[in-house]
Structures are given as C-alpha cells and as structure tokens.
C-alpha cells in the first residue's frame, strides 16, 4: 500500500484547509486510516481516524469539532476537513494506513505541512 498526501498549505487563523490522501496498491488489506500530526519539538499525535473497516470514527480532544474525516471509497481516499484552523494547529500532517496481511502493520504518507499564522 502507497500513501500519498495533498492539500497542505498556510492559512491564517480561523481559517479552513482539506487534506487528501489517496490509496494505492492493495487497499484491500486496509482495515483504517487516519491522519496524525506532528509539531516541532512535540510528539506525533492522533488527529482523526477512521477504524473498524471505517465504521468507527474517533478525534483527537483538541480537533474535535472543527476537523471532520471522510472517506471516498471509490477514490481509495481519505479527507481531512480542518475547520477554525489556530495557531497550535501547526505541523506535519501524516495519513496512516492499517493493513494487515499476516498481522497488522502501519503504512504512512510522506506528510504535508500545515501552517496557521496568529
């Protein structure tokens, strides 16, 4: 499985990007995927991700309710809406797959910078 990002940028505050990530190779092996994030000098932390062969959605405490996942299966892609971006939004924004052929294993994209200036 290949992981390839898009959609990052600058933005000021309160304003609004959307990442894409589309799958390829055997996306069949997939059971979820996501988007984390990681800031200078901080630990790489869970946005959003979609598991449970997408049925189960879960946030991050300090993106709920302004970032929403989603999902075109026909696409083999994911989304990330980001809604009232902030300043501590800032950092690399990395998809990860979930595949699993004899057990489970971690596929991730190469990042994508997103940037909110105060």
């Known amino acids: 499985v290949q992981l390839v990002e898009s959609g990052g940028g600058w933005v000021q505050a309160g304003g609004s990007l959307r990442l894409s990530c589309a799958a390829s190779g055997s996306t069949f092996s997939i059971i979820g995927m996501g988007w984390l994030r990681q800031a200078p000098g901080k630990q790489r932390e869970m946005v959003a991700f979609m598991r449970d062969n997408y049925g189960s959605i879960y946030y991050g405490d300090s993106v709920m309710g302004r970032f929403t996942i989603s999902r075109d299966s026909a696409k083999n892609t994911i989304y990330l809406q980001m809604d009232s971006l902030k300043p501590e939004d800032t950092g690399v924004y990395y998809c990860?797959?979930?595949?699993?052929?004899?057990?489970?294993?971690?596929?991730w994209g190469q990042g994508t910078q997103v940037t909110v200036s105060s």
């Open positions: 990860n797959a979930v595949i699993v052929v004899v057990e489970a294993s971690d596929v």
